[in-house]
T-cell receptor, first 114, second 114 residues
């Protein structure tokens, strides 16, 4: 099993609250990613990072923000949660070239905004 | 438009039976194709990776095929077990970007009944 961790695993929170989803990996990977996945749908890339102090937006527009202060840590923050943010959020990491190297996924955070 | 289509959307089989899942893609230029297994409430885990020159690759009871000319792949599961119940996701990588962009299918939800 991959050494990539996400907390919390499940979160139910009210509208307007600020939340941070944690992701950490112990494999020393430079590249990290955040995906959003709704039931029966494909994964959508919302953020990625090439390394420390590097963050980029993905294909799916998201109101969330990310930071990469340490190689092993890639938290995702929602300043004001809304019901439309209800989804599963998956964090992943890979060695520099994800075309050649596998992306390792964390177990995901299931977020419900009421 | 780069897309990955999987069929069937869902499949129910009896324990011990074989099954084949299909993946068609339009991603170009093609780099590689992976099959991932995603258990409920978990992150995807890679089963196989196929590059342009590979036609068949096996991983235990899982055998993946790739026809790069017709842009089709299949995942064959032999002697299914209850633990095979999961979503199987086809993921295609392009080689036209520095990120190594991944394109995800929506997955085939496989249920194995005793």
């Amino acid at each position: 099993e991959a050494d990539i961790y996400q907390t919390p695993r499940y979160l139910v929170i009210g509208t307007g609250k600020k939340i941070t989803l944690e992701c950490s990996q112990t494999m020393g990977h430079d590249k990290m990613y955040w995906y959003q996945q709704d039931p029966g749908m494909e994964l959508h890339l919302i953020h990625y990072s090439y390394g420390v102090n590097s963050t980029e937006k993905g294909d799916l527009s998201s109101e969330s923000t990310v930071s990469r202060i340490r190689t092993e840590h890639f938290p995702l923050t929602l300043e004001s949660a809304r019901p439309s943010h209800t989804s599963q959020y998956l964090c992943a990491s890979s060695e520099l070239d994800s075309r050649s190297y596998e992306q390792y996924f964390g177990p995901g955070t299931r977020l419900t905004v009421t | 438009k780069n897309q990955v289509e999987q069929s069937p959307q869902s499949l129910i089989i009896l324990e011990g039976k074989n099954c084949t899942l299909q993946c068609n893609y339009t991603v170009s230029p093609f780099s590689n194709l992976r099959w991932y297994k995603q258990d409920t409430g978990r992150g995807p885990v890679s089963l196989t990776i196929m590059t342009f020159s590979e036609n068949t690759k096996s991983n235990g009871r899982y055998t993946a095929t790739l026809d790069a000319d017709t842009k089709q792949s299949s995942l064959h599961i032999t002697a299914s077990q209850l633990s095979d119940s999961a979503s199987y996701i086809c993921v295609v990588s392009d080689r036209g970007s520095t990120l190594g962009r991944l394109y995800f299918g929506r997955g085939t939800q496989l249920t194995v009944w005793p």
